[in-house]
């Protein structure tokens, strides 16, 4: 009878994340570039809905704006040519809920004046440009900090993708602003909130 149980809550658990859904926080925002090494990435972005897709954490689009924003990564090498890419790291990824201020690249204070619901660490990133004007930019971000981080387990708060399009054409740069840049966060598998039942519990009705 025990075995029985068992099995039927790991069954539980693999449908409460079914293998095929896709997670990921999709934004659309503006990056400034440093010139030289040294110099730190700056970037405010628009958090969008990713239907059909789900994101990590539920967000409440309807009544909220969310924002990603990055903050003093740092330049450590290259000029973001195919030969020679860039490398970037230590920066600051966080992602702000808001239900006052509208962000406005006019004013880019209001992409960080909300609630930081997650503050992550982009350990490294690589950009490169293959024209002047289109590229990619591709690094890793360990959760750290925010309001919800205790909604991801632990294990899963660690080595997300971070993706990224480049445009670097002016019909789509603002004001004050050197690129385009349309990306994602990711885990590398679907996450379950730490509500779940842990796999040592499924493990002690076993014994």
């Known amino acids: ?3 029985r149980i068992t099995l039927l809550l790991m069954a539980l658990l693999l449908m409460a994340v079914p293998a095929s859904a896709q997670q990921l926080f999709d934004f659309l925002g503006q990056t400034v570039v440093p010139g030289a090494a040294g110099g730190m990435l700056n970037m405010d972005s628009i958090v969008r809905d990713p239907s059909p897709a789900t ?4 967000l409440d689009f309807a009544n909220f704006e969310y924002t990603m924003v990055i ?3 740092q330049l450590i090498s290259g000029d973001g040519t195919t030969a020679s890419p860039q ?4 920066g600051t ?7 006052g201020t509208a962000a ?6 209001t992409f960080s004046d909300g609630t930081a619901i997650l503050i992550g660490t982009i ?4 950009r490169t440009m293959f024209t002047l004007t289109l590229g990619s930019a591709a690094g890793w971000v360990d959760w750290v900090g925010g309001t919800n981080l205790d909604d991801i387990a632990p294990v899963d708060q660690i080595g997300w993708p971070f993706l990224t399009g480049i445009s670097a054409r002016s019909t789509v740069i603002e004001p004050g602003y050197d690129e385009q840049w349309d990306g994602k966060v990711e885990p590398e598998e679907p996450i379950v ?6 796999w040592g519990s499924v493990k002690a009705l076993m014994r």
């Open 1 to 3: 009878m025990r075995t």
């Open 55 to 58: 994101t990590p954490l539920p």
């Open 71 to 73: 903050t003093n990564l």
């Open 87 to 90: 490398n970037y790291a230590n």
């Open 93 to 99: 990824l966080t992602l702000f809920e808001d239900n």
């Open 104 to 109: 406005d690249y006019a004013n880019p204070a």
């Open 123 to 126: 350990t490294t990133l690589n």
């Open 193 to 198: 909130d730490t509500e779940n039942m842990a």
